[in-house]
């Protein structure tokens, strides 16, 4: 068959369901079209433009009592909007700078390592009682819109005020390179075991790890995987994709709604992200700011 | 099979044909002398309407509904994270337009102010967390230690940690793990001239009996260097013999240092002074 024949035959197998569709009568065409629209539009609808709608971080600032400059009236507005505006924009970022402050203060009360990501300066830091042991440069990173947005509202300092505690965690390499040695017989056996070579660990590292209040922060290396990497971060990403629409599974059956996720994605040098996903430990505090 | 009446072989451009075009082959064929190479021509055949594409009956058409929906709706479930981004994209700036606590001039110079005061008093509790006294890092992931003193690095070295491996006795019926812990850790004590006392694990590890507890088969003299700094728990700074194995996680949960970086470690840190493990 020709490359033509290939075409006409592909473009035929497309316009079959439409052709079978139009020779249905009225009543036939209807019930197909009900059924075929009603599951993905409620699925649509439960997972996707509810959670939209009911998002948590628009109901996580509810409470405070705000004026909008834009429903004041015309001439008042144009002032607050050029002067009060740039200063209520330099106030959002000091009170994003306190919150990032507080929340590092407390994670220095914990004895376990912290994780603190600082976009602003693009940074990544381990912490000890609030001694930083590791400094990281994020060589690039990219964010959810709803955080812009946040930004823009002056309200995303309420939702960083606390540090994110893990929830989950999803990796491309093991939390820790266990392996397993049988204790030998004799002095004879030891003795041969004792040459046996050290292996040489060359994972690539690439992890993601959901906190509460529903952050999930990514991290990628800078290198370009191998071949196995690849496989295994294409692996990685099945899981990754899975695990989320297993989460909304559960939220409906739960009868909730599944919630959108602000997300966050990095990229540090190999060694710096292995080092910062095998230190952390299992409900790892994080403190933000973006 | 239509075959060649020439020699009797598979006619394969004949066999190309549907199945309606070479039925209607194979009258003309009969009546051809077997002279005449007999040439088909592949003509547009009309077929007759597929039994895939008749009406269907109101409940098949409601299953297949059904069946194609349920895929459309787990492709929408699979979906749904970027779809939900998307919809933040589109929906209008206006419903995440700035909100001001106050629209009063004065009143927000004041909260401004009041406001850089208290970062200013942040920053300064904050920075006086880190130790003023030196303090030891140790990089279990990369076996690299960092001798500090408030934020200036002192000296950068060569370790080895813990290596990870679970060694599993099946006479004993016990196992251990050799990992270094990760956290802040204290300088308990500082010794010269260490002795080993060799716990179970390394006649075990050797293929020998363990001999009791005080027996004199368990302390070597001079495998661990010149000082040796203990964080508890049996947990130990200290030196060695096999120096090329530095830099690789090797030991069974100490830190293992070359002699100049554990002199350096060895003076520099007094007793309480915190040892950073990740």
């Known amino acids: 068959m020709t490359r033509k024949n290939y075409g006409l035959a592909f473009l035929q197998w497309l316009a079959k369901p439409v052709v079978w569709f139009l020779r249905q009568t009225r009543g036939v065409q209807a019930a197909f079209l009900f059924a075929f629209i009603l599951f993905p539009l409620f699925i649509f609808i439960v997972t996707v433009a509810l959670p939209v709608a009911r998002n948590p971080f628009e ?44 929340t590092r203060l407390e ?56 540090p994110f505690i893990l929830q989950k965690e999803l990796a491309t390499l093991p939390k820790a390179p266990i392996r397993i040695k049988e204790a030998p017989k004799d002095t004879i056996e030891a003795a041969e075991s004792k040459g046996e070579d050290l292996p040489i660990e060359q994972r690539d590292a690439e992890f993601t790890l959901q906190f509460d209040r529903n952050l999930t922060l ?24 899975f695990s989320e629409a297993r989460d909304a599974v559960t939220a409906l059956l739960h009868l909730q709604l599944p919630q959108h996720r602000l997300w966050i994605e990095i990229e540090l040098p190999r060694e710096d992200a292995k080092a910062i996903y095998r230190a952390l430990p299992t409900r790892a505090s994080l403190a933000l700011r973006l | ?167 599993r006795s099946a006479a004993q019926q016990r196992q251990w793990m050799f990992t270094t812990p990760r956290g802040m850790f204290q300088i308990r004590g500082k010794r010269e001239a260490p002795v080993w006392k060799k716990p179970d694990w390394a006649f075990v590890e050797e293929g020998l009996p363990i ?41 069974h949960g100490c830190v293992r240092l070359g002699d100049e970086d554990l002199r350096l470690v060895y003076k520099n840190l007094q007793l309480g002074s915190k040892v950073f493990i990740y």
């Open chain 1, 59 to 102: 109901t996580a600032a509810a409470s405070e009592i705000r004026e909008n400059p834009e429903s004041l009236p015309d001439s008042t507005a144009a002032e607050i909007l050029t002067g009060r505006r740039e200063l209520a924009k330099k106030m959002a970022a000091l009170e994003i700078d306190q919150a990032f402050l507080l």
């Open chain 1, 107 to 162: 994670l220095a009360k914990k004895d376990s390592i912290g994780l603190v990501i600082d976009l602003t300066d693009s940074t990544a830091k381990l912490e000890v009682k609030g001694v930083p042991i590791r400094h990281c440069k994020i060589l690039r990173y990219r964010h959810s819109d709803l955080a812009r947005r946040l930004r823009g509202q002056g309200r995303l300092h309420q939702w960083l005020a606390a």
């Open chain 1, 218 to 241: 990514s991290v990628e290396q800078t290198q370009p995987p191998s071949f196995a990497g690849r496989m295994r971060e294409m692996w990685y990403g099945l899981r990754r994709n």
């Open chain 2, 1 to 167: 099979m239509n075959t060649n009446p020439n020699d009797g072989t598979p006619n394969h451009r004949a066999s190309t044909l549907s199945e309606g075009a070479s039925q209607a082959e194979e009258k003309p064929e009969t009546v051809r002398s077997p002279q005449v190479t007999p040439i088909i021509i592949a003509s547009p055949v009309i077929a007759p309407p597929s039994a895939s594409l008749a009406p269907a009956s109101a409940p098949k058409a409601l299953l297949l509904g059904i069946s194609l929906g349920l895929l459309a709706a787990l492709l929408t479930l699979w979906f749904a994270p970027v779809l939900r981004e998307w919809m933040f994209v589109v929906l209008p700036e206006s419903k995440f337009a700035l909100q001001l606590r106050t629209t009063d001039l004065k009143k927000l110079q004041k909260e401004a102010l009041l406001l850089k005061k208290r970062v200013a008093t942040l920053q300064k509790k904050h920075a006086q967390i880190t130790p003023r006294l030196p303090y030891l890092i140790v990089d279990t992931s990369e076996n690299r230690i960092h001798i500090m003193k408030g934020d200036e690095q002192l000296h950068e070295g060569v370790c080895s940690t813990g290596s990870y491996v679970l060694l």
């Open chain 2, 211 to 251: 001999p009791p507890v005080n027996s004199s088969l368990r302390f070597e003299y001079g495998v661990l260097g010149e000082y040796a700094l203990e964080l508890g728990d049996g947990y130990l700074i200290h030196g060695t013999l096999y120096k090329r194995m530095l830099g690789m996680p090797v030991t």
